[in-house]
């Protein structure tokens, strides 16, 4: 466990680059980082930057992770999709927010190391499962909120088509080795708005499962 002052100083860097939702600051301390991160890097899991995970894969920035789950306006009846479980970091802050979390990663090896943690931390409100999340996940729709954590070129039609009415998506576009723009996708009853957040680099979100 981490001590306090290092936590408050990690809230302070979260606030101080825009992440000022009082729901997203709790949930983001109380869900330890350090159990997401490996090895030698988990000294570092406190600093405000991604860090590498297995398959070639990486950890989100906290406050990028702050500012996506913000910008999510996730509310505690609702049923989320993510694509892109990774370290099952951004799932777990997810899950302190939302009734369900579904979660999907092409990569088999980490589903399973995140369903580990989510298990040791007594986390029971998430779903992962091993799949190409572009699809979405058509057995569970629609959902409340998407949440994409690799880029995709544009927004992905099964995704749009699996947001409830009034549902919220936010997602990186753009090609995957230039600056990518995050933006938030409302659905609404004359179809979708489409607004600009910022602009982030994410790895980009690739078809098919992965072979580890
Ligand atoms: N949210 C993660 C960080 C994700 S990194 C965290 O909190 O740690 C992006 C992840 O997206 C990678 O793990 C990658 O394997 C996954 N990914 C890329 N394309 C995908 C696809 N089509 N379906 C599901 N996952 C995908």
Redesign the pocket.
């Known amino acids: 466990m981490i001590d306090a002052q290092t936590k408050m100083q990690f809230l302070y860097a979260l606030r101080s680059k825009g992440v000022t939702d009082a729901r997203v600051l709790t949930a983001m301390e109380v869900v330890d980082r350090a159990a997401?991160v490996k090895g030698i890097f988990a000294d570092r899991a406190y600093e405000d930057m991604p860090l590498p995970?297995s398959?070639g894969?990486?950890?989100?920035q906290p406050s990028v992770?702050g500012i996506m789950t913000q910008a999510l306006d996730v509310q505690p009846r609702h049923k989320v999709l993510?694509?892109?479980?990774?370290?099952?970091?951004?799932?777990a802050i997810l899950a302190q927010l939302a009734r369900r979390v579904y979660t999907?990663?092409?990569?088999r090896r980490?589903v399973k190391e995140a369903q580990t943690i989510f298990d040791a931390q007594k986390i029971s409100n998430i779903t992962a499962f091993t799949?190409?999340?572009?699809h979405g996940l058509q057995e569970q729709a629609p959902f409340d909120r998407i949440l994409l954590?690799?880029a995709a070129e544009d927004p992905p039609g099964p995704l749009l088509a699996q947001l409830r009415l009034g549902g919220i998506m936010v997602l990186p576009v753009g090609q995957s080795d230039a600056v990518q723009s995050l933006i938030r996708v409302t659905r609404t009853d004359n179809g979708f708005e489409y607004e600009e957040l910022r602009h982030v680099r994410?790895?980009?979100?690739?078809?098919g499962i992965?072979q580890d």
């Open positions: 997401f995970i398959c894969q990486t950890i989100s992770v993510e694509v892109g479980t990774g370290s099952g970091y951004q799932a999907v990663d092409r990569y980490l799949a190409d999340g572009s954590t690799a994410f790895v980009p979100l690739l078809e992965g």
